[in-house]
Antibody, heavy 119, light 107 residues
């Protein structure tokens, strides 16, 4: 059974870069598409984008100019970078399996990690 | 992007009763719709995909229906563990989008 765990700083300063990593266990990262989703009280659930094992990505147009995703198959990890953050980027960030071609629904999800952007 | 609208925002139901939640899409989806349940402090959990197919391990009291722009999630007999927030998600086109959620609370 695939398990996902997010890691990274819980506090990021305004205008800096948010960086998170998702470690996948119980399955091979080469097998699926992998998504990042965030949840905030103001915007609800927002899909950020997906990546696959070969590095193919698709990003939400609302964030595309600031988002980069990468994958490290040797570590069974994928990562998210979001540049020039503001308070509006404060949210719980989830990594998850799915959200890409062929399996567009999302399961399972990581437990989520709260990232707060401070001024 | 496709806008998903859920109703009602909150519904109060007694245990053992039936509840039906609605999700409307701004564009036609065929059956490209999923439902999720979220408990407080937890990640969403997939319940339904393909509008009506239950995910692995999901009890039969959960059922989904609908096509194109109108979808429903029905819980036939509410158990204590079903009081949660429910989200719909479309996957007919990217970016994937979610509804704002319906909270099912104890009456």
């Amino acid at each position: 059974q695939v398990h996902l765990q997010e890691s990274g700083p819980g506090l990021v300063k305004s205008s800096e870069t948010l960086s998170l990593t998702c470690t996948v266990s119980g399955g091979f990262i080469s097998s699926y598409y992998w998504s990042w989703i965030r949840q905030s009280p103001g915007k609800g659930l927002e899909w950020i984008g997906y990546i696959n094992n070969s590095g193919s990505t698709d990003y939400n147009p609302s964030l595309k100019s600031r988002v980069t995703m990468s994958v490290d198959t040797s570590k069974n990890q994928f990562s998210l970078k979001l540049t020039s953050v503001t308070a509006a980027d404060t949210a719980v960030y989830f990594c998850a399996s799915g959200g890409g071609p062929y399996v567009e629904w999302i399961t399972p999800w990581g437990q989520g990690t709260l990232v707060t952007v401070s001024s | 992007e496709i806008v998903m609208t859920q109703s009602p925002a909150t519904v109060s139901v007694s245990p053992g009763k039936k509840v039906t939640l609605s999700c409307r899409a701004s564009q036609r989806l065929a059956r490209d719709l999923a439902w999720y349940q979220q408990q407080p402090g937890q990640a969403p959990r997939l319940l339904i995909y393909g509008a009506s197919t239950r995910a692995t391990g999901v009890p039969a009291r959960f059922s989904g229906s609908g096509f194109e722009t109108e979808f429903t999630l029905t819980i036939s007999s509410l158990q204590s563990e079903d009081f949660a927030v429910y989200f719909c998600q479309q996957y007919n086109s990217w970016p994937l989008t979610f509804g704002q959620g319906t909270r099912v609370e104890i009456e």
